[in-house]
């Protein structure tokens, strides 16, 4: 059984950073791709960025492209969004996912990743 947990959400002011964590199990963790997306109050989920298996291929959102970094470890099966510059619009709970099939690309699609987190709130104050 796949399981994904992320950690390391909460309140931070305009400008600040969070590291975001999110640990697997049930899994190859290194076999698969990882996503994260968000979901701000009262609209759809939104991809942020992906990583490969290897962690040498990203894929980011233009909100968040060079500000926010993913990466992973596979020696500890947790993939981490650093989030940096934080604004107001990126508030938001945000999901970990990893990708339906093995050696796949990094993608901005919902429908790539069959296993979800059950999210973490970030919340940026201005």
């Known amino acids: 059984q796949v399981q994904l947990v992320e950690s390391g959400g909460g309140v931070v002011q305009a400008g600040g950073s969070l590291r975001l964590s999110c640990a697997a199990s049930?899994?190859?963790?290194?076999?698969?791709?990882m996503g994260w997306f968000r979901q701000a109050p009262g609209k759809e989920r939104d991809f942020v960025a992906a990583?490969?298996?290897?962690?040498?291929?990203?894929y980011y959102s233009d909100p968040v492209k060079d500000r926010f970094t993913i990466s992973r470890d596979n020696a500890k099966n947790t993939v981490y969004l650093h989030m940096n510059s934080l604004k107001s619009e990126d508030t938001a709970v945000y999901y970990c996912?990893?990708?339906?099939?093995?050696?796949?690309?990094?993608?901005?699609?919902?429908?790539?990743?069959?296993?979800w987190g059950q999210g973490t709130q970030v919340t940026v104050s201005s």
């Open positions: 996912a990893m990708a339906h099939w093995e050696w796949g690309a990094p993608s901005n699609r919902q429908n790539d990743y069959g296993y």
């Open positions: 990583i490969n298996r290897n962690g040498d291929s990203r």
């Open positions: 049930g899994r190859t963790f290194s076999n698969y791709a």
